[in-house]
């Protein structure tokens, strides 16, 4: 009677990946793979210290060679003159910025994926060549329209109101494309049709079938979509002319006019504007990027 032995399953697999010039899943992370995260991490962080540097300094500093490269004790002042700078009204920018990019990713995550939904999963004549038009709306630039987008803006008496802001970005093209894309793979027609035999209307298949499943998809398109309505700035230098209802972008750029610009007045309001964002990554990094593992992973 011979006695055969099973080799574990975790060594099969190594043993596999090592005959296809692959790493296995569990194998520790060497010293050089961490020498080169910490150096990824420091190339990325350097630019946000750096800004950081110059905001606590002056303009004389600035100057100097070698130029100091540590933290100087100007932060407060330099923030005093940002937040009291007539031409800039940053408190106000701020927030501004901060209605514009909250209604925009909330209406962009709703109807892109409400339209993502009918494109992916609905029958009815004319999708392909409405999705066709879809598309080729996103081969041409937006600077094309902005002469048209302005007049239109003016007919209706949104120009100088954060409206003129808003309105145009209520809904993207990519961000349909994105979540049509996302639905038709993620979410099987065996799916839809059980839903409607239960008697789900088509909205409630929307809501209670397809919106828990867009996590992953949700996580990315909220981001991308906020962070570019936050950085925004040609649209809103031409439509908001002044006042209080400037956005973040805008403000920075009245802090660099004048005939001596003053970068370390600049730089120390570009750190104020970039804070939400990192507040936006450290809260929601996480969960945005565990959605998308999760949705990677195939059963």
């Not at 630039?141 to 007049?151: E, R």
């Not at 309001?269 to 593992?293: C, D, E, H, R």
Request: net charge positive; charged share 10%; with cysteine.
């Amino acid at each position: 009677m011979s006695t055969t032995v099973v080799a574990p399953r975790r060594d099969v697999n190594a043993r596999r990946a090592r005959r296809m010039g692959r790493a296995p899943s569990d194998t520790p992370a060497s010293f050089w793979n961490y020498v080169l995260l910490i150096a990824i991490f420091v190339v990325s962080a350097f630019p946000l210290y750096w800004m950081f540097v110059v905001g606590s300094g002056t303009n004389e500093e600035l100057g100097k060679i070698p130029p100091n490269v540590v933290p100087q004790g100007r932060f407060g002042d330099n923030l005093d003159k940002v937040l009291n700078t007539q031409n800039a009204h940053f408190v106000a920018s701020l927030i501004n910025s901060l209605v514009v990019s909250i209604v925009v990713t909330v209406s962009v995550l709703f109807f892109c994926s409400l339209a993502g939904f009918a494109f992916a999963k609905l029958r009815f004549r004319g999708r392909t060549a409405l999705l066709l038009l879809l598309i080729g709306t996103m081969t041409i630039p937006s600077q094309l329209g902005v002469v048209a987008l302005y007049i239109l803006m003016t007919k209706i008496n949104f120009n100088q109101t954060l409206w003129a802001v808003i309105v145009p970005g209520l809904v993207t093209a990519f961000g349909v494309f994105y979540m049509r894309q996302f639905i038709e793979d993620a979410i099987p027609d065996e799916i839809i049709e059980a839903a409607r035999v239960d008697g789900a209307s088509t909205f409630g298949t929307y809501w209670y079938i397809i919106v828990p499943t867009l996590r992953p998809a949700a996580g990315v398109l909220g981001l991308l979509t906020f962070v570019q309505t936050w950085n925004d700035f040609q649209w809103p230098l031409i439509t908001l002319q002044g006042g209080d209802t400037l956005t973040v972008q805008v403000a920075l750029s009245n802090l660099a006019t004048g005939v001596l610009i003053d970068y370390s007045i600049v730089l120390c309001g570009s750190v104020l504007a970039t804070i939400p964002l990192l507040i936006l990554f450290l809260v929601a990094g996480k969960q945005i990027v565990a959605g998308i593992m999760e949705g990677a992973v195939k059963a």
